[in-house]
């Protein structure tokens, strides 16, 4: 079993949706968690980052962490053509680990 | 300021042959990383450096060895390529420790192994 776990997709949604992704994760140790977002053919960037369980909102994005249930998810209001990307999350305690990434297209 | 740069960005070798993989930062980071990249596998860290001087391995690192050159260089060395090291390598740095510090991200090398 793969200590991080995320549904691979594809996912495509009409512009406008709200679009949820998550991932789970099975070693209690983790406690920094993160979303990259990554553009084809490029290098993945710093989406989202949080430390406690609850929720974090910058702009469109909201990242919730349940650390009870082992489960983060990432959240895109207002999906934008431009929103189109591989999202990675991340986790760590001694190092990183990451999903294996969600392929979102939103359509316009 | 160019962030993180990797070279080459592409590369074909046949099994058996070595080559390194250069990557630099400008951005004065104390830590660095290098990452595999494979379709439904995520990143997972080969090796990384915490501060120069310094290198540890990380979740795969069989089949790879390192250099930390100075602060802003770290190379990636594959001494006997196999087919199994087909990927897309990504070079990252940050400035503190992994998992308390942003990582940012070279473009990538994508290397092929026949």
């Known amino acids: 079993q793969k200590e991080v776990e995320q549904d691979p997709g594809p996912l495509s949604v009409p512009e406008g949706a709200i679009v949820s992704l998550n991932c789970t994760y099975s070693?209690?140790?983790?406690?920094?968690f993160m979303w990259y977002r990554q553009y084809s053919r490029k290098g993945p960037e710093l989406l989202m980052y949080?430390?406690?369980?609850g929720n974090k909102e910058d702009g469109r994005f909201t990242a919730q962490v349940d650390k009870s249930s082992k489960y983060i998810s990432l959240f895109i209001r207002d999906s934008q053509p431009s929103d189109s990307a591989t999202y990675l999350c991340a986790m760590s305690e001694a190092y990183m680990r990451f999903g294996a990434g969600t392929r979102l297209t939103v359509k316009p | 300021n160019a962030g993180v740069t990797q070279t080459p960005k592409f590369q074909v070798l046949k099994t058996g042959q070595s080559m390194t993989l250069q990557c630099a930062q400008d951005m004065n980071h104390n830590s660095m990383y290098w990452y595999r990249q494979d379709p439904g596998m995520g990143l997972r860290l080969i090796y990384y450096?915490?501060?120069?001087?310094?290198?540890d391995k990380g979740e795969v690192p069989n089949g790879y060895n390192v250099s930390r050159l100075n602060k802003r260089e770290f190379s990636l060395r594959l001494e006997s390529a196999a087919p199994s090291q087909t990927s897309v390598y990504f070079c990252a740095s940050s400035e503190g420790p992994q998992g308390y510090y942003e990582q940012y991200f070279g473009p990538g090398t994508r290397l092929t192994v026949t």
């Open positions: 450096s915490a501060s120069e001087g310094t290198t």
């Open positions: 070693n209690s140790a983790f406690q920094y």
């Open positions: 949080t430390y406690s369980s």
